[in-house]
């Protein structure tokens, strides 16, 4: 049985977010948690755009394109979210949030409680490595000052944690994303349970972004590096 053109070309869409959204390879120069949160970033970055792409190319291949229908055009990006769910699309207005079907919703709902459960492991790493980050920072300052490690890895292990804070930071903002879009389908469909989720992610982007604004102080504040003597 041969394929319609708008299932080939959805088909090939989702293919290409199952494909491309990787995380990066474990570096063994980093902690587990540098690693773990590192990768979460990246991977949520991948999710949340290539899960919108899902949205807006099955709205730009399905029904619409088929037969000029600007509701079906809206239909057919709304059966997207399904799809794009699986990989984290957002909602990015009430009436996208509207266009969803009711197992849609809850299809959104399950990928936001499984984003939330994982990222209380984030939470977790993001804690432990606050305290490490502040831990080495003070050796590195000593070492430094002691002469133990040269200008140029002192400079080398302060790029590494502003990887790590922009890690945190970025995780926080796709939390806030997602609690917004939740908040948008919880608001469309008068759902507690999108309602709940929305105001758990939205506290654990608080918790995240806080971390990551003190770990950006410490780094910041971390001492210049000496002028070099004549």
């Known amino acids: 049985m041969s394929l319609s053109p708008f299932r080939i070309s959805a088909a090939s869409v989702a293919m290409c ?29 991948n999710m949340i755009g290539e899960g919108a792409a899902v949205l807006g190319g099955l709205a730009a291949l399905g029904v619409g394109l088929g037969t000029g229908s600007a509701k079906n055009a809206a239909l057919a990006g709304a059966a997207g979210a ?12 009430r009436a ?42 003070k050796q590195l300052r000593q070492q430094l000052a002691q002469g133990q490690i040269s200008a140029e890895a002192y400079q080398a292990k302060i790029a590494g944690y502003q990887k790590d804070v922009q890690a945190l930071q970025n995780l926080a903002s796709m ?7 939740m908040k948008l389908i919880a608001d ?23 971390v990551a604004s003190i770990m950006a102080q410490d780094v910041g504040q971390a001492e210049p590096i000496p002028a070099a003597k004549a």
């Open 188 to 210: 469309a469909h008068g759902n507690s349970s999108a309602a709940l989720a929305s105001q758990q992610s939205a506290a654990q982007s608080k918790q995240l972004a806080e």
């Open 17 to 45: 977010v199952l494909v491309s959204g990787c995380a990066p390879s474990y570096d063994s120069s980093l902690t587990p948690e540098q690693n773990r949160l590192r990768q979460r970033s990246a991977q949520q970055n």
């Open 82 to 93: 399904l799809v794009g769910g699986a990989v984290g699309a957002l909602v990015a207005n």
């Open 175 to 181: 939390r806030q994303k997602q609690a917004d879009s």
């Open 96 to 137: 996208q949030a509207q266009e969803l079907s009711e197992d849609q919703v809850k299809s959104q709902i399950a990928t936001e409680q499984k984003n939330i459960a994982q990222t209380q492991t984030d939470i977790q790493d993001a804690q432990k490595e606050l305290l490490e980050t502040q831990n080495n920072l």
